[in-house]
């Protein structure tokens, strides 16, 4: 059995983990000291049946318990969160090349679902997406980071300008000079820097 001061060390060592639910703090603490007991039994001092413990429940850490936890509650939300994102994308685009047709065939309606759909893209589709991809955490490194949101950001304000161009509101020119701006500025930088870096690691792989 272990002693009290033992049972302590191994609570304050979880409680201070940054694990927060209380259910999964509990669940820890026994399984830590059920370890800990039986290595302990097998002749193991504390310190090292602790660290085997710790190895073999959390080798990554125990953010990585806190990470699969969250996953696992938050799973069939996040799986809502991309259908809508994808069904709205559909939506939106459907009504921009509806919008589009009607406009050349100067059916009625025609700046109401280009307007609508453009957007939709712009403020709805577009952030959903990019925040879908942040907390997938597809981004291994900071320059591919970037180069979605700038890219993001560049095609919302060219869009956006384009349907104050089509409406011909106040404002167009500005809004698709400084997408394209960010466009050619910031965001093909970063996707060539991207692609340049891909290539080196392929030579190097190969």
Not at 31 to 47: D, I, K, T
Not at 87 to 107: D, R
Not at 171 to 187: K, N
Request: proline share 2%; with cysteine.
């Amino acid at each position: 059995m272990i002693t009290d001061a033992q049972f302590s060390f191994i609570s304050q060592k979880i409680k201070q983990s940054g694990i927060v639910e209380k259910e999964i703090q509990d669940d820890l603490i026994d399984h830590f000291c059920c370890l800990v007991e039986n290595e302990m039994q097998r002749g193991s001092s504390f310190e090292e049946a602790y660290t085997y413990a710790y190895q073999q429940t959390t080798p990554n850490g125990f953010e990585e318990i806190q990470l699969e936890t969250f996953f696992l509650l938050n799973h069939k939300k996040l799986i809502l969160m991309k259908q809508f994102t994808y069904i709205a994308g559909y939506l939106f685009a459907l009504s921009t090349t509806a919008g589009a047709f009607f406009k050349v065939m100067h059916f009625p309606g025609a700046n109401v679902m280009l307007f609508s759909g453009l957007m939709g893209i712009s403020f709805i589709f577009l952030p959903l997406l990019l925040f879908n991809k942040f907390k997938d955490k597809v981004f291994k490194v900071m320059s591919e980071k970037l180069k979605w949101v700038f890219g993001t950001l560049s095609l919302m304000l060219i869009l956006v300008g384009s349907s104050f161009k089509i409406l011909h509101l106040p404002g167009a020119m500005v809004l698709l000079g400084l997408g394209l701006l960010i466009f050619g500025i910031l965001f093909l930088p970063f996707l060539f820097f991207r692609m340049f870096k891909s290539s080196q690691e392929e030579a190097f792989t190969n």
